[in-house]
């Protein structure tokens, strides 16, 4: 299938690559299907566009938060397993969305509301977590200095 993207043009892309967001997502709930792209061409690194297969303009810069936040834990409700099909935990992608305001070194995240992908069904949403110590603007690249304390 050819999809048309602000970023990269014209994309030939296989239909089983497609993702389904059942419901959307907020804020963008006419948007149902999207592909995941890595963001540059080796496929090495942590940071990911969501793409509408359906709107050209409308794409998220991701990043894998465990690649910044080891101790990231992101708990599914049994409803929210079974919505995306889940049988295998394995099978999950989670991935938070990435705001750069200025400067890359400046870039934030939404630990409190990634996006789950279920990889074997092809299946996704975005969930909010229950935990008051994950913000949406959290700081990507914390300076050695914060660190410490």
């Given amino acids: 299938m050819k999809i048309q993207t602000e970023r990269f043009g014209e994309l030939e892309l296989p239909e089983n690559r497609v993702i389904t967001f059942a419901k959307g997502i907020p804020g963008f709930e006419d948007y149902k299907e999207y592909v995941l792209l890595p963001a540059d061409e080796t496929g090495e690194t942590p ?4 793409q509408s297969t359906e709107h050209a303009e409308v794409s998220f810069f991701l990043v894998d938060p465990f690649s910044f936040f080891e101790d ?5 409700a ?5 919505r995306l099909a889940l049988e295998d935990p394995s099978d999950a992608i989670v991935l938070t969305t990435v705001t ?3 400067e890359m070194k400046d870039a934030t995240t939404n ?5 789950v992908i279920n990889n ?4 996704g949403m975005q969930i909010v977590l229950d935990n008051k110590t994950y913000q949406i603007k ?9 660190r410490q304390v």
């Fill in 111 to 115: 630990l409190k509301a990634p996006l």
């Fill in 72 to 76: 990231y834990d992101v708990k599914l």
């Fill in 138 to 146: 959290q700081p990507l690249f914390q300076t050695a200095d914060a």
């Fill in 120 to 123: 074997a069904q092809q299946l």
């Fill in 100 to 102: 750069v305001k200025g």
């Fill in 78 to 82: 049994d409803q929210q397993v079974e």
């Fill in 47 to 50: 940071f990911f566009f969501l």
